[in-house]
């Protein structure tokens, strides 16, 4: 009835609700919403958990979008996308039976691509999931995993995932008391060539040279912290094919070091293949103008979040200023009481367009978008 036609359109449109509706409308229409709506399925896990061990069922947790994927699995088959949302569980016994439901949810979803596990706010499920789940074959299609990195457990589990391009981890909250902190990899490298990496904070140069052991000519894109990027500008620099950088600022010991900004200037000007830089500054902790004046010249790109306009006026009639073809501010900062918001901006697009760079806002999380 319909040949041709896909159920795509603005995510607005397409919600959970509308794509049901889709779904009751007529024959013809079912496999077409379907496909839509079982395309990225969010499984949670809620407060049964509580309950007594001899309570416990392996489903008993679960939302109805879990429990619909166990209970027909041609609905599973259609699953690429799948988040797991998890909850804490306070012994072995429990963590076991909150494994279970995980495995068996992996084992339906076997056309699964992009897994999320998470459970950032629960040390102890995290640290025991991983292990359940290791030696089962689940994660070899798997090409984007985002997941908590607290312990051995979880980094074996990145062995498995030979066709990974895209990781994110997390840093989650560790149980680990400070003489148990991981430092090394349990192997030496890891199969994946990753075009993509989230580095979570204070993940250790051992661990960060294995997962990119064999993503040297591959990895375009890498976020991290700033002071993780200073620990960890070696084997960065040696990344050939990044072109893509974001960065959130931090302040060392809450206060601006030029030294800092420094040291930040040169290890950003050691990548000469970098295209696209991101500066995300905290709220409290926007990125000083020397930073902006040392960037490197291959900069192309440039996306901005809470810097102070007086730093980008003068930093577009600079000669790297004026090197770029695009400049993505938001969330920045006034610099005159005096003056009108609206007069502010004005001198900010005539800044842009005298220096021939395109000018555009951007209001969301550039960590959570890219």
């Known amino acids: 009835m319909f ?44 407060s049964g958990m509580e309950g007594s061990v001899e309570e416990l069922h392996p489903y008993l947790w679960l939302n109805d ?47 699964l691509k992009v897994l999320d596990l998470d459970g950032d706010r629960f040390p102890f499920t995290m640290d025991h999931l991983p292990g359940a789940l290791t030696g089962l074959d689940l994660f070899a299609n798997l090409t984007e995993l985002s997941t908590v990195q607290t312990g051995p457990n979880a980094l074996l589990l990145l062995s498995e995932c030979i066709n990974l391009q895209r990781l994110n981890l997390r840093p989650g909250v560790a149980i680990f008391g400070d003489d148990d902190t991981l430092d090394q990899p349990p192997v030496a490298s890891f199969p994946f060539r990753l075009g993509h990496f989230t580095v979570p904070s204070d993940l250790s140069l051992p661990i960060f040279r294995a997962i990119t052991f064999n993503s040297t000519d591959s990895l375009h894109i890498l976020h991290l912290h700033s002071e993780d990027f200073l620990r960890l500008r070696e084997p960065i620099a040696e990344l050939a094919s990044l072109d893509e950088l974001c960065i959130t600022w931090q302040q060392r010991n809450g206060q601006y070091s030029p030294s800092y900004t420094k040291d930040l200037s040169s290890a950003l000007n050691a990548l000469t293949s970098l295209r696209t830089l991101t500066i995300q500054a905290l709220r409290q902790a926007p990125a000083p103008s020397s930073l902006l004046s040392r960037l490197p010249p291959t900069i192309t790109t440039l996306y901005l979040s809470r810097v102070h306009i007086k730093d980008i006026i003068p930093f577009l009639a600079s ?52």
């Open 3 to 46: 040949p041709g036609v896909e159920a795509t359109g603005p995510s607005s449109k397409l919600d959970f609700a509308t794509l049901s509706a889709l779904c009751l409308t007529s024959k013809e229409l079912l496999p077409l919403a379907r496909s839509k709506l079982y395309r990225r399925v969010v499984a949670s896990f809620g």
């Open 65 to 111: 979008a879990g429990l619909t994927l166990l209970n027909y699995p041609h609905l599973a088959s259609r699953v690429v996308e799948l988040e797991v949302k998890l909850e804490e569980v306070e012994s072995s016994t429990k963590a076991n039976t909150l494994a279970k439901a995980v495995i068996d949810l992996l084992k339906c979803c076997y056309n």
């Open 319 to 370: 000669d790297t200023g004026r090197r770029l073809s695009k400049l993505a501010v938001g969330g920045f900062y006034r610099f005159s009481s005096e003056l009108e918001e609206e007069e502010e901006r004005r001198l900010l697009e005539e800044a842009a367009g005298q220096a021939g760079v395109r000018l555009v806002d951007y209001w969301w999380n550039r960590f959570d978008h890219l």
